[in-house]
């Protein structure tokens, strides 16, 4: 049985005036002298949310579900840093093998998506679910924005990670082998990908899990997508009006928007995409292109930065960062780098053994259909 403990608390150390009074430079010499010195047994990953300047150290960049499968087929350093969120450090935890250590340089990047869905509320909804419809129906599938605790509860009964990259290949696959498809915690990429598939609101439950099902049964039988209620802080903002007010100061201009937008803004968009998608698309377009963009602002600057032949701006005028990404900053990760140097290392992610063991179920599960996919 998953282990059901609710998140552990993750209580991040004040950082001493010699990392926190340091100055940028100051900070960036010091890493790279770490990194220097680790050399090969280190591995520093970046998520594409992360500032500029993090950037700037990670041997590789890219998406959870890009450098999930990096942490997987990287098997070599002993110490990996990752840049990016709670989650998707124990993901990174999971994958890579016994020798290998993950930190998270500032404990308090967490998710709030991802804190939407607790492992005991799980367990709960799962159990009023299979009150009314046989377990052997249902397809648990969870989106990598979750605990290792969520995605091991998935793995042990039957279902796989996805991603925003994948969800249309694992909703399929879940298809194929129930009726029912519980998807946690993200309802807006659930909607949009069964929207994507031919499926209507008419298939689509909302699930609260704060709320009751009692009086539900009968309307949740008919349903085939039961969406867990929770979202992106960050990409719940963009609204129609944000894409109407880009459209007409660039009548031209090509509106790209990310999943976890909601569906009102998906379906006049031009282009929907995950964030690795997002970034394809706008390297293929011509010089002079215009691209308004809904995703992570930190991104959407970069892209900006790199692809300067073209204009690229954010379609929300006011700033909209993912505030626990960028927690992660040059005093966390030199700290995090001289933990390791001194032979003390700090905030290492680590997931014990049975909740490993099925997270890596429902991750590997995931990899395995999206290989299958591509190859088809
Ligand atoms: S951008 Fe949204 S989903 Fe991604 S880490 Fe931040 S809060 Fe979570």
Redo the contacts with the bound molecule.
Sequence with gaps: MTNVSSTPLRIQVPLSDHYSRASDEELKLRIQKSIDNLRDDLVILGHH?QRDEIIEFADLRGDSYKLAQFAANNTQASHVIFCG?HFMAESADVLTNEEQHVYLPDLNAG????DMATILQVNDAWQSFCEFIDEDLIVPITYM?SSAAIKAFVGEHGGAVCTSSNAQAIIEWGLAKGKYILFIPDQHLGRNTAYQMGFTSEDCYLYDPRGSIANDSQAISSKTFWLWKGH????QRFSPQHVADFREEHPNGIVVVHP?TRNEVVSIADVVGSTERIIDFVESCPPGSEIGIAT?VHLVQRLAKENSDKTIISLDPLYCP?S??FRIDLPHLSWCLDKIEDGEPVNEISVDFETRHWARTSLQRMLDITDLKTRD
């Design positions: 949310y969120v998710c709030s998506m991802a924005n992106c802080s960050v990409h976890e992570e993912c626990t990404m």
